[in-house]
């Protein structure tokens, strides 16, 4: 086994956990390590530190498998790590069925991604010395999990920094294209041949539930009260409105909600769930919005789901714009002038809780600035659709955005917009996706819920 040696005055990132070894941190090479073959890493003094896979075409020059000795990456090699991953997972998440089964680096595994829904596993290999690998550790998960099938999407333009073709297809069993997984109660058929990434995004999955006290408490609003009444020859508790009248519909204390950027719907339906009176359901891509109508369906909330094509910062912009030129009427009506209504105002809708979960706006650290200018714009115009004392959701999945600036970016949003923002969560990824501490790329998801008030004056 060829052996790479560290430089002396590098960082000391690998002893703090971190598993990538790049290329200006190595000294030198003793013998002749294969392309995605296994090396010993040891430190400038000669003290053994790790072993990992080599690749001379990667500025990761070497990933951390082990950090005690280790001849080969074995089908027993995987079989012991995939078992770890599923007893984690067991431990945390129960008898779920559907999760991120393995997460790259964070189960010590760089380069492998594995999504599990139900009976199918769904996996992403993204390095050459994970795609040597192959056959092996397809065995192991066999093995492992029992599936009745394995499929690829390793159609990731990240692969091509490893010399390696973008990939897709089935690699084990029978593997229908759309799956049906259980979450939080839900169902959510999933499109794994198609579909985004791996046809689901499960970072979000306990962020989701966190809707539950945001969906009711909204009646009042529109003058609906309990109050003792006759219905049917039977007198108790019964909403009635500001008319006197028995509200008729059940879920008349229920939020109105816009989701943006809804891919599968996944927030739509845990907002019907906890329920909401009116949901919108955005998203630019027509075959997100049949994989969200078609999970709406599955639950029965097509009564409650109204579905829009469209690119959401065009949407949130036309909203917007029609909220601040209804206030401007408003205004000059006030003052006792006359207002032109001839011409026909645009836009202007508002909801009692707005969702944001875009995807990634900066995939490098270059990005940063355009990401943050995208993130304000989103959810300046986001917060002027927000009613009075109604909730902003609000995520970024820019590992390069780091929190603190993603805070910052909503501050300035927040002051742009005449709002006074209450921090109610601030979140990461669920356990099924765990962070080494030393790692930061694997914190990369916010998720955070703001209560929004107007800032008078």
């Not at 093995?143 to 084990?172: A, C, H, M, N």
């Not at 912009?317 to 401007?328: L, T």
């Not at 001839?342 to 809708?349: D, I, V, Y």
Request: aromatic content about 10%.
């Amino acid at each position: 086994m060829a052996t790479v040696v560290l430089e002396k005055k590098r960082k000391k990132r690998l002893e703090e956990g971190h598993p990538w070894i790049y290329a200006n941190e190595i000294e030198r090479v003793e013998g002749e390590p294969a392309p995605g073959g296994l090396v010993q890493v040891n430190s400038h003094s000669g003290q053994f530190l790790a072993v990992g896979y080599y690749n001379e075409a990667s500025q990761i020059r070497v990933r951390v498998v082990s950090y005690e000795p280790l001849e080969e990456m074995s089908k027993a090699f995987f079989v012991e790590r995939f078992a770890r991953c599923k007893e984690l997972r067991g431990r945390f998440l129960g008898e779920a069925t559907a999760y991120r089964a393995v997460y790259g680096e964070a189960d010590f595994l760089p380069g492998l991604v594995v999504d599990r829904f139900g009976d199918v596993l769904v996996v992403q290999i993204l390095s050459l010395g994970m795609d040597r690998c192959r056959e092996q550790l397809v065995e192991a998960l066999v093995e492992v999990f029992r599936p009745s099938g394995i499929y690829e999407r390793s159609d990731v333009p990240v692969r091509e920094l490893e010399g390696l073709e973008q990939r897709k297809g089935p690699l084990y069993g029978e593997c229908p294209r759309h799956v049906t997984i259980r979450e939080n109660g839900l169902l959510f058929e999933v499109d794994i041949v198609e579909g985004q990434k791996t046809g689901y995004f499960f970072d979000q999955m306990v962020n989701r539930s966190l809707l539950e006290p945001l969906m009711k408490g909204w009646g009042r609003r529109s003058g609906i009260t309990l109050q003792e009444a006759e219905v049917d020859g039977v007198r108790g508790l019964h909403p009635v409105n500001a008319n006197g009248k028995v509200v008729q519909f059940p879920y008349w204390d229920g939020a109105s909600v816009l989701e943006c950027f809804s891919h599968t719907g996944s927030f739509t339906l845990n907002a019907c769930k906890y329920g909401a009176k009116k949901v919108t359901c955005l998203d630019i891509s027509e075959h997100a919005i049949e994989s969200a109508r078609r999970n709406v369906a599955l639950n029965g909330f097509e009564d409650r789901v109204e579905f829009v094509v469209a690119d959401a910062f065009e949407y949130l912009r036309s909203q917007s714009k029609g909220v601040d030129e209804r206030k401007a009427r408003a205004a000059v009506g006030s003052g006792g002038q006359k207002v032109d209504t001839s011409k026909k105002l645009e836009g202007g809708r508002t909801w009692d809780v707005v969702i944001l979960d875009p995807p990634a706006f900066a995939k490098t650290r270059g990005a940063v600035e355009g990401a943050c200018r995208g993130y304000k714009d989103i959810n300046l115009h986001g917060l002027k659709l927000v009613n009075e004392g109604g909730f902003l959701v609000t995520a970024s999945c820019s590992f390069h955005v780091r929190p603190d600036l993603f805070l910052a970016t909503i501050q300035e949003a927040a002051k742009d917009a005449g709002k006074i923002l209450r921090l109610l969560e601030f979140r990461g990824a669920g356990k099924d996706h765990p962070q080494i501490l030393g790692v930061e790329e694997g914190n990369y998801l916010k998720f955070a819920i703001f209560e929004v008030r107007t800032r008078k004056g």
